[in-house]
């Protein structure tokens, strides 16, 4: 059974900080993409950044430079470092897993709430 959880979401003043992490199990993580979404209340889903199986990262232009998206195939996990966080940055954050070579095999994580308020 493939499981995705995510943690590391909070408060956090604008300006501010913070890392989350994604941990995998039950699939064969190095051959996954590995992506964050957001997605804000009445909003569409949106994607972040992604990160494929060889570590080549894209990211939406709204977060170039300010955020980075990582991970560890050894330890099944996937980090997003978020800088300079903005009110437009709150929302619920989703990590994805896509089988790289079969882009119709996808998994999603529950969500972590970031929250951004002075």
């Known amino acids: 059974q493939v499981q995705l959880v995510e943690s590391g979401g909070g408060l956090v003043q604008p300006g501010g900080s913070l890392r989350l992490s994604c941990a995998a199990s039950?699939?064969?993580?190095?051959?996954?993409?590995m992506a964050w979404y957001r997605q804000g209340p009445g909003e569409w889903r949106d994607l972040v950044a992604e990160?494929?199986?060889?570590?080549?990262?894209n990211y939406a232009e709204s977060v170039k430079g300010r955020f980075t998206i990582s991970r560890d195939n050894a330890k099944k996990m996937v980090y997003l470092q978020m800088n300079s966080l903005d009110f437009e940055d709150a929302a619920v954050y989703f990590c994805k897993a896509t089988l790289a070579a079969l882009p119709t095999v996808a998994f999603w994580g529950q969500g972590t709430h970031v929250t951004v308020s002075s």
């Open positions: 990160i494929t199986p060889s570590s080549s990262a």
């Open positions: 039950g699939l064969t993580f190095d051959l996954f993409t």
